[in-house]
């Protein structure tokens, strides 16, 4: 009796000794960043880069972490997690074709997988970056762990998903301004996204200010806990922050509605989006944004698992300071390859204004000859 007492006293102490290891390691692992973080910008070549007043192309996209159309995830109500090889390779392929079609100056990308389980553990950045041209690049993960114990059919595992920034020209610095987390509990959080916005800057020829760039990807699943509110609030300080005179854009997939959008028209994840307040209403319509009409079905950018066509607009593409859009539209007919359509756009950094032309001196000379004027007006007055 008492070998088997302490038998299992024993196996008791060794798995409360496995389970405190366990979430000792999850704990010492956790992506925990800051809330602005330093990115390191990776150059490599040299290209002329943005100039003032000539037209210059920028692409956003969230990419589905390069794992095809073909799989209802579980997320989305399916039960699909990993994706087979040949699929990946397949969607990272397409995508690549496009970004080298619409041969962007800026490629700025959301949900880029570069060490996952899930997606044959294939940094994908590397191929995105040969297809942009780019000669530099900034890049931060938003969700990032060793082990992801859900969901529970089949663990995600290791996961590293990115914000990647991609110009073709100089990148003069990079920094990631970590958003407000979902309001759920400890254990949850230790797993989940941490979101983020990763900022860069290029710089411009003929212009005082550089480019700043905002590539983000809001929460998604946070059912009107705050946390929207919170995250567009740091995108408003953002926006406030831009010196006088620079020019800025602000993209990525806000998982937000248009203003005006009836959410009751959606098929499917109606109950995704606020009943009342609707966060994006703090930008807009107080700024810019490239795509124009908010309820234009041609500027939709959301396709439901098994739809060709999408039904609702949450991609953004917000611009200020001295820039003009030429064009931008969303590029519907690459349905086939991401949830989010691509969205293009081409802007231009007006010139600045000329500088003021400076005054000539005045000579001695001419000095001399204005007096002798102004004597012979005041002699002739006299007489």
Not at 204 to 228: C, E, K, R, Y
């Amino acid at each position: 009796m008492k070998t088997a007492l302490k038998l299992l006293l024993a196996l008791v102490l060794l798995l409360l000794v496995a389970l405190g290891g366990t979430v000792g390691f999850f704990l010492a692992t956790e992506h925990d960043p800051a809330p602005v973080e330093t990115v390191e910008v990776d150059c490599q070549g040299r290209a002329d880069g943005l100039v003032s007043g000539q037209p210059f192309t920028v692409l956003s996209w969230n990419l589905q972490y390069g794992a095809s159309r073909k799989h209802r995830f579980f997320y989305d109500g399916g039960q699909a997690v990993h994706v087979p090889p040949e699929d990946v390779a397949w969607t990272v392929a397409a995508i690549q074709r496009v970004i080298r079609e619409v041969d962007p100056d800026l490629a700025l990308l959301q949900e880029v997988d570069r060490d996952s389980t899930r997606t044959g553990r294939i940094d994908q950045l590397p191929a995105f970056v040969e297809a942009a041209g780019a000669t530099c690049t900034a890049a931060t993960p938003y969700h990032k762990s060793p082990f992801v114990p859900t969901p529970n059919h089949q663990f995600l595992g290791r996961v590293d998903m990115e914000l990647a920034n991609l110009a073709r020209g100089p990148m003069l610095h990079a920094s990631r301004l970590a958003l407000p987390l979902l309001a759920e509990p400890r254990y949850r959080r230790i797993f989940n996204l941490k979101r983020a916005v990763l900022v860069s800057e290029v710089p411009v020829q003929g212009w005082d200010h550089p480019l700043a760039i905002a590539n983000t990807h809001l929460s998604a699943f946070s059912f009107g806990d705050g946390t929207m509110q919170k995250q567009v609030a740091l995108l408003q300080q953002w926006i406030a922050e831009r010196p006088p005179g620079q020019p800025w854009i602000l993209v990525g997939d806000f998982n937000l509605l248009p203003p005006g959008f009836d959410k009751d028209q959606l098929q499917v994840e109606r109950d995704l989006y606020a009943d009342q307040d609707n966060p994006i209403e703090a930008l807009l319509p107080a700024q810019k944004e490239a795509l124009g009409d908010q309820l234009d079905p041609a500027n939709r950018t959301y396709l439901p698992f098994g739809t060709t066509a999408p039904d609702r607009k949450i991609d953004y593409f917000f611009y200020g300071g001295p820039l003009r859009v030429e064009e931008a539209r969303v590029l519907a007919q690459h349905h086939d390859i991401s949830d989010h359509l691509p969205v293009m756009a081409r802007l231009v950094i007006e010139a600045p204004p000329p500088a003021p032309a400076e005054a000539t001196p005045t000579s001695a000379q001419e000095l001399l000859l204005r007096a002798e004027r102004a004597a012979d007006s005041a002699l002739k007055a006299l007489e």
